[in-house]
């Protein structure tokens, strides 16, 4: 399985200390920051776009931007996305029409592509050929829209035929993780963890970021 990545999600964060709060992040063991894009929409909240994110990287040097992309149409975004600095482009699958199109589209812009699915969509929709030319693939465990969700245990069974699958692909789990959840997430084979509120709401954000790389490397 590849490396652990832990990416915790600054949804959780106080967004009137965004920067400051992702620079502990990184001091603290992250090596991803994951940046949860919604557009009112696709979900029925809105966060935060482009102009916050391109201020989050001016702010961290050095950081990479997991940015999970919760829109109706991930097409529109992709530019300025790049512009701002993002690393990584994760688009819904549900969302689009040619995610083939769409990969090519990222990585023109230079960016990594993910593909997510939420909670319905089968890991079965995610084709040999659209899996094989994105880097990572994220099987939401909750259903995307707030942070702070329990865990829905039956969307393992997912991680698992995706990394049957593809054995050396990132597979990232993102939605009510935490140190109750992360173990039979990495036994199923997940590597990029995202985390929000197991994260920014523990006393000690630190350790909450060691325990959970040494679930997943164990
Ligand atoms: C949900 C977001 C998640 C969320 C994770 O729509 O995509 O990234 O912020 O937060 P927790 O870990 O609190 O469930
Ligand atoms: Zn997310």
Not at 123 to 136: L, P, Q
């Amino acid at each position: 399985m590849p490396r652990a990545i832990i990416a915790p999600s600054v949804l959780a964060s106080d967004f009137g200390q965004l920067t400051a709060e992702c620079k502990r992040m990184i001091v603290g063991g992250a090596e991803w920051l994951h940046m949860d894009v919604m557009d009112g929409h696709f979900v029925p909240n809105i966060t935060m776009g482009a102009p916050i994110l391109s201020c989050v990287h001016k702010g961290v040097p050095g950081i990479f931007m997991d940015c999970h992309m919760m829109v109706s149409e991930p097409e529109k975004w992709v530019d300025d996305i790049a512009d701002a600095g993002g690393a990584m482009y994760c688009f819904h699958l549900e969302a689009t029409k040619d995610p083939l199109a769409l990969i090519d589209q990222i990585h023109k812009r230079g960016m990594k592509a993910g593909v997510a699915i939420s909670p319905d969509t089968l890991s079965t929709e995610i084709t040999d050929a659209v899996a094989n030319a994105a880097e990572m693939l994220l099987v939401m465990t909750v259903y995307p829209g707030r942070g702070g969700q329990k865990f829905i245990d039956r969307c393992v069974p997912k991680v698992a035929e995706l990394r049957a699958r593809f054995p050396e692909k990132d597979i990232e789990v993102d939605g009510g993780v935490g140190p109750k959840t992360i173990g039979i997430c990495a036994d199923a084979g997940s590597n990029v963890i995202v985390a929000g509120t197991a994260i920014f709401g523990a006393e000690n954000p630190e350790s909450v970021i060691q325990e959970l790389k040494d679930v997943v490397n164990t």
